[in-house]
């Protein structure tokens, strides 16, 4: 059993005590419901929650994903439904509020759930620019992560990325993939990358925390399959750049040492690292670009705040004292939910200039 799986099993009690409470809430705006009702409803959310992944673990269909996505926006729905009730009951203590007034408010998170569903879907290229000192020729490069192929984003977004990725070849020399290619929600096939192949220029991967949820010689053998090159925990050299490939590493998995022997004196040095994490001591060792994900940038708000305290470099570009810099990108997929609100699913192409 998965790490994923064994934390999906250990929430799924607390989140169906939640709805439950949730569910008797938005009921009582409109008169209430019985406990009886509201028990069976919230034991098939429960059921929703966790049923799908033991067989999309196995062999995905559409039922297993549609059921799987279902259940994902209904989780996002959970969360503003929540603040919904909030703000009524709040105002509700000092003034009575019409039954137009409270419908009216309660329609607000289905109307925004077309917008943060429709934005979640719409991957958009753009552009940052990065000077350095020690290039002779300027290099573009496509990075991107957090694909998080699975059940709720399947094979739809592997194609819609290898399509993108197709109309840079002309631009960019190299693409980099800072982990998360899977999720751990459905069974990764050594076929379910193959859109990639199609790409003319080297993608270079790195896993990430999730893409050991799955099996990480799945997600390997589907990398190989499509002729992306896997760095893990390795280096490899593309004209003037050369890139470390750092992976995740859970606590039953050896840590590689951090020394010297990961950089080129000569060239710019790129490591590539899931989470934007040790940037400051990557920078002095001496690597030039570390590039990131993990945080989605919060995927949606009020998650988007939280994720700003929480992560020191939530996203965007950051340049350092040692004029090093950090990108971390907000991601192409999106975890469990298939919602984003003030993020972008993105592709960035990073410009290496002459300083």
């Known amino acids: 059993m998965s790490r994923r799986t064994r934390r999906v099993l250990f929430v799924t009690p607390f989140y169906m005590l939640f709805e439950f409470f949730l569910l008797k809430y938005i009921f009582l705006l409109f008169g209430g419901l019985n406990d009886i009702y509201l028990f069976v409803l919230t034991v098939l959310v429960g059921l929703l929650h966790c049923l799908p ?15 799987t996505t279902i259940n994902g926006i209904w989780m996002w729905a959970s969360v503003m439904f929540l603040i919904d009730i909030i703000v009524i009951y709040l105002i509700g203590r000092f003034v009575a509020l019409p039954f137009e007034v409270v419908f009216g408010l309660i329609l607000i998170v289905p109307i925004l759930g077309v917008y943060n569903y429709y934005k979640a879907h719409k991957l958009i290229v753009s552009e940052k620019t990065l000077n350095l000192d020690n290039l002779t020729r300027d290099i573009d490069i496509a990075h991107l992560s957090d694909v998080h192929f699975g059940s709720v984003r399947h094979k739809s977004i592997i194609s819609m990325i290898g399509n993108k990725l197709k109309e840079l070849e002309s631009s960019c020399e190299l693409t980099i993939i800072s982990g998360d290619l899977a999720d751990g929600s459905s069974v990764v096939e050594e076929n379910d990358l193959m859109a990639f192949k199609e790409v ?139 919602m984003r609100w003030g993020t972008d699913s993105e592709i960035v192409i990073l410009k290496l200039r002459k300083s």
């Open 53 to 67: 992944m033991f067989f999309e673990t196995k062999k995905s269909t559409f039922f297993g994903r549609l059921l």
């Open 200 to 338: 003319n220029m080297p993608i270079i991967f790195t896993p990430g925390n999730h893409d050991f949820y799955p099996g990480i010689d799945n997600v390997i053998k589907a990398c190989e399959n499509a002729g992306i090159i896997v760095l893990d925990n390795q280096r490899r050299e593309f004209g003037e750049l050369s890139v470390f490939g750092l992976t995740f590493s859970f606590e039953d998995r050896e840590v590689p040492k951090v020394d010297e022997s990961w950089i080129n004196p000569n060239m710019i040095n790129i490591i590539n690292y899931h989470v934007p994490y040790h940037w400051d001591e990557f920078s002095e060792l001496g690597f030039d670009i570390q590039l990131s994900g993990h945080t989605h940038g919060g995927q949606f708000y009020p998650v988007v705040w939280i994720a700003n305290l929480m992560f020191g470099y939530n996203k965007g570009l950051f340049k350092n004292k040692f004029g090093k810099y950090l990108h971390v990108t907000t991601g192409v997929g999106s975890m469990d939910t298939p």
